[in-house]
């Protein structure tokens, strides 16, 4: 199943952990926005979104409570000899919401589908300079059922503003279940690697941001 992934390989750490940066060697700024979530797996997810993503934690939108929100912005333009002399602004936002649970169930995933429709209704503002916002939701289970799976596995929900003139919006859905190991996102969900903690961030030829990065521009 694509997407799925579940590692039978016994470690010596502990399933879905990983070692935390010496938050003393980051800088104070960074340090200052970084919450602590009480939480070993969300706290060290937020250690490889802290440089990309705005954090905060306990976070409510529309009666939906999320242990994690992280929010990002990035705009790229073109430069014709001088900053100001800009042309072809393109504008890239992501909602992310991640809440642990007991054990997910299709029910919800579709309850947050149409969480998104609405958060998107209220915060993406479609313009020229409006290349995309994904709204992503993460669900931390104890078990990834089977249903589950096949739900979020090819799932995608991306709607065009304007034709596609004003850019688009997309839905995400990441399912993970650190204890076994196992996780799910659907198809647009690059940032499931931020929460595939059993495996190293691989950097074969570039950073990890950067990789990130390109996939609003492809």
């Known amino acids: ?6 590692s039978d390989d016994a470690t010596e750490s502990k399933p879905g952990t990983a070692s935390r940066h010496d ?9 200052e926005r970084v919450p602590d979530y009480d939480d070993e797996y969300l706290d060290r997810v937020s250690d490889r979104l802290m440089y990309s993503y705005d954090l905060s934690a306990d976070y409510a939108v529309d009666g939906e409570r999320f242990e994690l929100y992280a929010e990002m ?4 333009q073109k430069q014709f000899l001088h900053p100001a002399l800009s042309y072809a602004d393109h504008e890239t936002k992501e909602y992310l919401f991640a809440r ?3 054990t ?3 029910g919800e995933l579709e309850r947050l589908v149409e969480l998104g429709h609405e958060i998107a209704d209220e915060r993406v503002e479609g313009d020229e300079q409006h290349y ?9 289970g104890d078990r990834l059922p089977e249903d589950v799976a096949d739900f979020v596995d090819g799932f995608r929900d991306r709607t065009l503003l304007k034709f596609g003139y004003y850019g688009h919006y997309e839905v995400n859905l990441i399912v993970v279940a650190p204890e076994t190991e196992s996780i ?3 198809e647009a969900a690059e940032i499931a690697d931020a929460f595939r903690l059993w495996e190293p961030v691989e950097e074969p030829d570039e950073g990890f941001l950067s ?5 609003f521009w492809r």
Request: aromatic residues 4%.
């Open 184 to 186: 799910v996102a659907s």
């Open 211 to 215: 990789r990130f990065a390109k996939r």
């Open 23 to 31: 938050h003393e060697e980051l800088p104070a700024e960074i340090r």
């Open 104 to 106: 997910p169930t299709v």
């Open 73 to 76: 912005r990035m705009r790229n």
């Open 100 to 102: 642990r649970v007991s």
């Open 1 to 6: 199943m694509a997407g799925h992934d579940a």
């Open 132 to 140: 995309g916002t994904d709204v992503t939701f993460v669900l931390v």
